[in-house]
């Protein structure tokens, strides 16, 4: 309840608002970081079958290396969706600052239940915030049950 009365607050300062709520057992690393992608980018379906084809050297709005990077991202996910470990840590950078430059309330909900990726990715970004140079105005917001938590092994 307290992560939603937050998320109002920082909608109502013109935070965009990334929930990850109610994931468990159903969430996995790659529909978090799908999910992610979607929400920063704001793609479409039509450009990720391009995407998947590898035909995305031919769009003319998304020539710059960020977009460049970001589909390399979005076509190993799709080739590998079970092992997000194909993706070399430092790729995420180009996700961490899209992240970092902009007004994101992104809400984690239940971190117990999330994959080691998940939380590994998570920490990466808060590594990344942390030692920037530049302003980073988005907000983290993380809940926990203590109580699943403490009957399990503390990963973050």
Not at 19 to 42: K, R
Request: aromatic share 16%; charged share 25%.
């Amino acid at each position: 309840r307290m992560l939603y009365e937050c998320s109002d607050k920082f909608l109502s300062a013109g935070y965009q608002i990334i929930n990850f709520c109610n994931m468990q057992d159903s969430y996995t690393t790659y529909s978090m970081l799908h999910e992610l992608i979607f929400a920063l980018y704001g793609f479409t379906d039509d450009l990720i079958e391009l995407v998947i084809e590898n035909n995305y050297e031919n769009l003319s709005n998304y020539n710059n290396d960020n977009y460049k990077e970001i589909f390399r991202i979005l076509k190993i996910l799709y080739q590998k969706k079970a092992n997000i470990d194909a993706i070399d840590k430092e790729e995420f950078i180009v996700l961490y600052e899209k992240i970092a430059q902009g007004k994101y309330f992104l809400a984690y909900d239940d971190l117990q239940y999330l994959p080691d990726a998940s939380i590994n990715f998570i920490k990466g970004f808060w590594n990344y915030a942390l030692n920037r140079k530049r302003e980073c105005q988005c907000v983290l917001a993380i809940t926990v049950n203590t109580d699943i938590l403490y009957n399990k092994n503390t990963r973050f």
